[in-house]
């Protein structure tokens, strides 16, 4: 595994744009990116344009919807929003996640016993 | 959305992948502006950062991360790939075709013809052998037939008694009903007149059991069925009407049930209509009335036979539990009545198999003919599409260096011919749908009457299932061997011979199977050209005949009605133009109404014959007829009542009852009508005549007894008129004559002698043309195929041959090559072909007359048909082998 450029599976970043999405409200394509990268502190540097296969993703499960809107510097733009779905997702899945990441630190600090 | 809650995760992706596919152009563009906007935003952020204009954008794109990728990837997964790339498939293939029409004529002429056939086959199939008939739970009603070996029945109508024993005795039947069947022919039905409504009309009427609905499971659509006890004298003056007799007659009035109408003059209380949906037993059928005996004839009358009996089995009773119990009965009934029932037995038979018996293996034959010719079909679009590859080798080999994998090609090949055959099948319904009016129109009498050929549902899937069924069978082999094309620069390799090999294996194929259609349809044009050869015993030309009942209620006594009868006669044979005029009791080649035994003078106590049939007719009939007397006299006005009982016989009566007697000797004997216990008195036998054909022109006649209508009177009486009249014209004349003597008499069954002779061979002519169109066809598509596969030969050869011409080979002899080469394939698919038709035809043996299945001659003419027309098609691309130019040939490499 390389160092700086984690590669992301698929349902994590998933879980990102929806964690993005619930903490910042409607956001277009870029932004959300940019948000992803600036929480990471630049961990993972993703090609942003993966983020678009995840928001289409999201889209198909109703757990996001997009609507057209004008960003900060007057441009159109697509905004996506985060469901009611979306949030009920969001919230099993980080539940889940947090579940699993406690038994792998258990699991890690064992090993190095 | 408000149920977006509700809805699963997997159904809330399919409906926006479907909506997507919809959509597909709108949201490429949408999202294609929006990866615009997002590389404009970075691309801002890194100028913002100081970076340079030009760098910024290239550095945006790398981080963003191959735009074009990501849009082709975003369309892939917003839509159905699958379903995309097929209508892609099939907007090429439509365009593909539209570029070569002459192929794209052929090919969905071809399917048209196959799908058509096939469909039209399969309405008549359907509407005959396969769709269930009106009643409730048809498949429980069974017909029960007598059988006896001493007089040859084998599916015989049931003497009352005996019905009546079966009824109270079985134990397997919910109930028994029967009908009157008074005529060997047609349904049995009899013509009562409608009078009282407009001109008097000839309805057929049917008498019936007064549980025959009860046991049909049929309820009205009006009013109501008989009930039990209106089948006894008496009580049986009600009628059913169909629903077409009550649209006809009675302008639909629904308040016809409970008013009387008047049937042969006597009042008739109508209880009921029925729907239109039924019938019973025929489609002729009009009118239902109870047959009114009374319960001792019923009981007692164990001779002569006169009832169709129909059973419903006991739900959990087998068929063949049925039999066993019916067997029992019947043998029980054997030893009470020795007298009537020696070696009487029964036989049951399904009522559908019982309907269907007649047609069944005809059509069977034809939808063998008609799966034939759609294998032959598919073998030559086969064959085409093999030839098209080759002339694709360069686009498809091109498809494949782009990247396409052999799936991706084959299945664009299998869309091409799907859609080949989607636009092939819907003309191919068409042409069915053309097909059955035809038939309907001009083949009624060869489909069973109780069947509707319609364009149904069934007929529409069957239609679309060949469409289906085709392109798998002729698409599947081409398209494996044309996406193997790998290599552009491939000419004449390896795959052209493999193909060139295929193809003759498939010319092979079209040739054995059209031979096997060619010869049967000769030995069925053989067939009915023997039965056309047949003397029916009389001259068909210029003479038109009628049926004429009279009423029982204002005819009620023999020497009423045969004072009518001879008044008619009388009256018609004053008319100018009229040549001869005789009636009948039943005409030739419509069976016979009723038979009995015949006791012969000077034979043992025990020796009597059995089965003579019976016809009472006019003076004039034979003459009417031209039927020839071979010895004695014919009938003359003074045979009556006070004179001595005489008879004339037919040639099979004289040779089968006087073994070793010449006609003239058989003249001057002596036979009575009976049994010799039953002393029914001597009968003179006056005269010979020559046999006209009576239960169809394949069938011998069989003996048969004739009355002067003076002396024993049956009613209704078929009249005969020779006349130099066109046919309207005489039966106009008839029907004036008719109302001069009883204005409320109507005629029936009107037909020319001519189309009583045509109906009684409409079926063999049907099969006849239909499997005479299918080898045709058959034929015209082997010949295709042969000229294709050549035709492509010398187009490939067209360098060696010019070379060979060049250097001074004859012409003659490329020619005899180039035939040679076509001719092979043809050979051994005949050889094949011939082989199977042996095996083939024998099943068809009972579709046959006067010619064996192995008929040499049928096999001859086959043979020769399809040599002349293989070397037809062979010729064209010979003769333009002999005429290649070395040197455009050259130049063309």
């Known amino acids: 595994m390389g160092e700086s450029k984690s590669d992301i599976l698929q349902g994590t970043l998933d879980l990102m744009v929806l ?95 | 959305m408000p149920n977006a809650d509700a809805m699963p995760a997997w159904l809330a992706i399919l409906v926006s992948r479907v909506r997507g596919l919809v959509t597909s152009g709108r949201q490429d563009r949408e999202f294609s502006r929006e990866v615009a906007d997002h590389l404009d935003m970075l691309t801002d952020d890194y100028i913002r950062r100081g970076v340079p204009p030009g760098d910024a954008r290239r550095q945006a794109i790398l981080r963003f991360g191959g735009p074009v990728q990501i849009q082709e990837q975003q ?64 498949d ?105 007799l009550w649209q006809s007659a ?40 109870p047959f009114g005996y009374t319960p001792q004839r019923v009981q007692t009358s164990r001779r002569p036979h006169w009832l169709g009996v129909i059973a419903r089995l006991r739900p959990g009773v087998s068929f063949e539990q049925a039999r066993e119990d019916m067997n029992g009965i019947a043998r029980q009934l054997e030893q009470q009545y020795p007298d009537t029932n020696t070696k009487m037995g029964v036989l049951l038979e399904p009522l559908h198999d019982s309907y269907a018996s007649g047609a069944r293996t005809a059509l069977l034959m034809l939808s063998g003919a008609v799966g034939l010719l759609f294998l032959i079909v598919c073998a030559n679009l086969a064959n085409l599409q093999l030839g098209r590859g080759v002339s694709r080798t360069r686009e498809l080999a091109i498809r494949r260096a782009l990247g396409a994998g052999r799936a991706r090609v084959l299945r664009q090949l299998l869309t091409e011919s799907l859609v080949l055959s989607a636009v092939g099948g819907a003309l191919g319904f068409g042409l069915a749908a053309l097909a059955r009016i035809a038939l309907t129109r001009y083949a009624a009498s060869a489909i069973p009457l109780f069947a509707v050929v319609q364009t149904d549902r069934a007929v529409l899937f069957f239609a679309l299932a060949l469409s289906l069924a085709a392109p798998v069978i002729f698409g599947i082999v081409p398209a494996l061997s044309n996406s193997r094309s790998e290599q ?54 210029h003479a038109v005949t009628f049926t004429m009942t009279l009423p029982t209620a204002r005819y009620p006594d023999s020497a009423a009605r045969f004072r009518a009868f001879t008044e008619i006669e009388r009256r018609l044979r004053e008319q100018p133009g009229v040549q001869a005029v005789g009636s009948t009791s039943t005409l030739a080649l419509r069976g016979f109404t009723w038979s009995g035994d015949t006791t012969i003078e000077g034979r043992a106590a025990a020796d009597y014959e059995r089965d003579t049939r019976h016809m009472s007719m006019t003076p004039g009939y034979f003459n009417a ?49 009976g049994r010799p216990q039953d002393n029914s008195g001597w009968i003179t036998i006056v005269g010979v005549v020559a046999d006209e054909k009576q239960d169809g022109l394949d069938r011998s006649a069989e003996p048969t007894a004739y009355s002067s209508i003076g002396q024993a009177l049956q009613n209704p009486q078929t009249f005969v008129v020779r006349t130099t009249d066109a046919p309207d014209m005489a039966f106009g004349k008839a029907r004036a004559q008719v109302a001069a003597v009883d204005k409320d008499l109507a005629l029936t069954q009107t037909a020319t002698l001519e189309e009583v002779v045509e109906t009684s061979m409409a079926d063999a002519r049907f099969r006849t043309t239909l499997l005479a169109v299918f080898a045709g066809i058959a034929l015209l ?64 043996q009972s579709l046959l007359f006067g010619v064996t299945p192995v008929d040499p001659a049928a096999y001859g003419v086959a043979t020769a048909a399809l040599a002349a027309i293989a070397a037809a098609a062979c010729a064209v691309p010979a003769l333009r082998a002999t005429r290649v130019d070395a040197l455009t040939a050259l130049r063309d490499e």
């Open chain 1, 19 to 113: 964690q993005t999405l619930d903490a910042m409200g409607p956001l277009h394509g870029y932004g959300i990116a940019r948000r992803i990268e600036q929480i990471s502190e630049d961990v993972l540097q993703l090609n942003q344009g993966t983020i678009y296969a995840s928001l289409l993703r999201l889209q198909q499960r109703r757990w996001i919807s997009a609507s057209w809107g004008t960003s900060d510097n007057n441009r159109k733009a697509k905004f996506y929003a985060i469901t009611r779905t979306g949030r009920k997702q969001l919230a099993a899945q980080a539940q889940n996640w947090e579940r699993i990441s406690a038994v792998m630190m258990r699991m890690l600090r064992l090993a190095q016993r």
């Open chain 2, 75 to 138: 369309h892939e997964s917003r839509g159905l790939p699958f379903i995309e790339t097929t209508l892609q498939d099939v907007r090429y293939g439509l365009r593909t075709l539209r570029k070569s029409p002459a192929y794209s004529l052929v090919a969905i002429a071809t399917l048209a013809i196959g799908i058509g056939a096939g469909t039209a086959v399969f309405s008549v199939v359907g509407a005959v052998l396969l769709r269930p008939l009106p009643f409730t739970a048809p």
């Open chain 2, 140 to 244: 429980e009603l069974v017909r029960i037939f007598e059988t006896n070996p001493l007089r040859r029945w084998t599916r015989n109508i049931a003497a009352p008694a005996n019905y009546a024993d079966w009824r109270t005795q079985n134990k397997s039947f919910t109930d028994i009903a029967a009908y009157e069947q008074f005529n060997s022919t047609g349904s049995g039905a009899s013509d009562v007149f409608l009078t009282g409504f407009g001109e008097p009309q000839g309805v057929k009427s049917l008498g019936v059991s007064g549980n025959l609905f009860q046991v049909l499971g049929a309820a009205p659509l009006l009013g109501r069925t008989f009930v039990e006890e209106e089948q006894w004298e008496g009580r049986s003056r009600v009628a059913i009407l169909s629903y077409g």
């Open chain 2, 250 to 289: 009675f302008g639909g009035d629904p308040a016809i049930v409970g008013r009387t109408i008047t049937l042969s003059g006597r009042g008739y209380d109508v209880v009921g209509v029925m729907p239109p949906t039924f019938f019973f037993p025929g489609r002729d059928v009009q009118l239902w009335l």
């Open chain 2, 488 to 541: 552009v620069t491939e000419r004449s390799g390896s795959s052209t011979r493999e193909t060139r090999w295929l193809r003759n294996l498939l010319v092979t194929c079209e040739v054995a199977l059209s031979i096997v259609l060619v010869v049967g349809a000769v030995l069925l044009l053989r067939s009915l050209g023997r039965l056309q050869d047949v003397d029916p015993g009389f001259a068909k030309e």
């Open chain 2, 625 to 673: 007829m031209r039927v020839r007397l071979l010895a004695g006299r014919l009938f003359d006005t003074g045979d009556t009542r006070e004179k001595p009982p005489v008879t004339i016989v037919n040639e099979s009566l004289a040779k089968r009852y006087f073994r070793g007697l010449s006609s003239a000797d058989v003249v001057g004997k002596r036979i009575s009508f």
């Open chain 2, 781 to 844: 598509l082997a010949a295709l195929g042969i000229y294709g596969v050549l035709a492509y030969f010398v187009s490939q050869r067209s360098r060696e041959l010019g070379i060979r011409l060049a250097l001074g080979a004859k012409p003659a002899a490329l020619f005899r090559m180039v035939v040679g080469q076509g001719m092979r394939p043809v050979a051994v698919g005949a050889a094949i072909g011939l082989a199977g038709a042996v095996g083939v035809t024998t099943l068809m």
